[in-house]
């Protein structure tokens, strides 16, 4: 399944409250993310061994939610991944290009955006799921 525009349009009517406060929205997914896999936080040396109390608030760990979702917000409203941020990503975080990571935090993000976002319902859902697989494949992934 990949995302039509359509799809793009759905999600970016829902988008606005996470465009505006992306530090809130990336903290919530990273936070979830580590709490629901947690063996995914050792991919984040910055955040490897932190407790769930030491995250919170933590700049660094807020700095790089809200990257990660800014850079999102990027790919849903231009159609399209950053390359320098895909490549930057990948030099990185090569574990992040495997399917299975990004699927993970990928249903963390949609997860969460249903239960923020006012209204975001099944329709909504499916576009985002849509969304994040062709940013996934936008990455190589």
């Keep these: 399944m990949c995302a039509c525009v ?10 606005e409250p996470v465009k505006a406060n992306p530090k809130y929205y990336g903290e919530i997914i990273f936070q979830r993310l580590f709490e629901t896999h947690p063996d995914v936080q050792k991919l984040f ?3 490897a061994g ?3 109390e030491q995250l919170q608030n933590n700049p660094d760990f ?9 850079k999102l917000t990027e790919f849903v409203q231009h159609q399209k991944a950053d390359e320098s941020f ?16 990004f699927r993970i935090i990928s249903e963390i993000i949609v997860v969460v955006a249903a239960e923020k976002i006012d209204g975001f ?3 909504a859902q499916t576009a985002l799921k849509n969304v994040l697989k062709a940013f996934q ?3 190589g992934a």
């Excluded at 359509?6 to 988008?15: A, C, N, P, T």
């Excluded at 700095?63 to 990660?68: L, N, S």
């Design 62 to 70: 807020q700095a790089h939610g809200e990257t990660v979702v800014c």
């Design 50 to 52: 932190l407790s769930k």
């Design 6 to 15: 359509e799809d793009y349009k759905k999600v970016l009517s829902f988008w």
């Design 121 to 123: 319902g099944t329709d």
């Design 86 to 101: 895909v490549k930057g990503l990948a030099k990185r975080r090569p574990a992040w290009h495997d399917k299975v990571n």
């Design 137 to 139: 494949t936008g990455m």
């Design 45 to 47: 040396p910055k955040f």
